[in-house]
């Protein structure tokens, strides 16, 4: 993908981006390490900006396993599992077995290690490195693809979804979510605070993933836009960032961080960057 400046970002690049900021994930979004955005409703009420943002997490993860129908009998593919929260969360609250793929070394190493943790889903949990360009699973192995906030890092999103279409099984489900471009014309604070920071770009809008999808071969169950939630998480995440604490040395990294999510909202706002979440079917 290329992006308005000419940049192609490449997959090395954001596998060196994520090994680097862990510390910086760990300190504003999650100690435990849980990156993804949440959706907020009457249940992600909270005492603190904290526990609010966090719950919208945990409610994003309930809303996916209801409209996916994952349960015990389940063989799931969680493609950019980071450090493994969301893949232990699901095998945990759903019973489902949950193979976890990263490109982020690092991650896929705080994944395993998270194992120790959990004995008890010994058997339902795997992780490795991979990309989701090439994942390597035979044909038709899982019921289920599951990925948050990870495809819009990959430059060629239809090889993507086409290995999501491969590996899973007749009536197998994919839900995931996507950030958008609902415009073409990206002003130049979007571009330095959004794109060019989260080294992306991306050639679909709303409705244009939708078409895409359908002509890989899934039939799409439902489209959510949830570009508000996403203005949401990243409103608190501003907070957050501005009262953050960190290892020596991170402080002027944090205050560039309050500021770039709060432009980031305001991109939203400007309807520069959008979030969408789908439900599809392989027929």
């Known amino acids: 993908m290329v992006s308005a400046t000419g940049h192609?970002?490449?997959?090395?690049?954001?596998?060196?981006y994520y090994d680097a900021e862990d510390v910086i994930y760990r300190s504003v979004w999650d100690a435990d390490g849980s990156v993804h955005w949440g959706v907020f409703d009457k249940s992600t009420d909270g005492d603190s900006i904290r526990e609010q943002f966090l719950a919208a997490g945990i409610r994003l993860n309930e809303l996916m396993v209801e409209y996916a129908s994952i349960g015990e009998t389940s063989k799931v593919l969680d493609v950019g599992c980071g450090n493994g929260n969301a893949a232990i969360w699901l095998a945990r609250n759903s019973g489902a077995h949950v193979t976890g793929v990263d490109l982020s070394g690092v991650r896929v190493a705080n994944a395993v290690e998270s194992l120790k943790g959990v004995p008890e889903l010994a058997g339902k949990l795997a992780f490795e490195k991979a990309s989701a360009t090439d994942l390597p699973f035979p044909d038709n192995t899982f019921t289920h693809f599951w990925s948050q906030a990870t495809v819009y890092h990959v430059p060629d999103k239809v090889t993507v979804l086409k290995e999501a279409y491969r590996v899973l099984q007749t009536g197998g489900m994919m839900i995931f979510d996507d950030l958008t471009k609902p415009r073409s014309d990206i002003s130049e604070s979007a571009q330095k605070f959004v794109y060019e920071r989260l080294l992306f770009d991306t050639d679909f809008s709303f409705y244009s993933y939708i078409d895409t999808l359908r002509e890989i071969g899934f039939k799409v169950l439902q489209a959510r836009d949830l570009s508000s939630h996403l203005a949401q998480s990243y409103t608190y995440l501003s907070n957050l960032a501005s009262i953050a604490e960190g290892p020596e040395?991170?402080?002027?990294?944090f205050d560039y961080l309050a500021d770039a999510y709060m432009k980031t909202v305001e991109a939203i706002n400007n309807d520069e960057l959008g979030w969408a979440q789908y439900l599809c079917i392989k027929q």
């Open 249 to 253: 040395g991170y402080q002027d990294r």
């Open 8 to 16: 192609r970002f490449s997959e090395q690049e954001t596998e060196e």
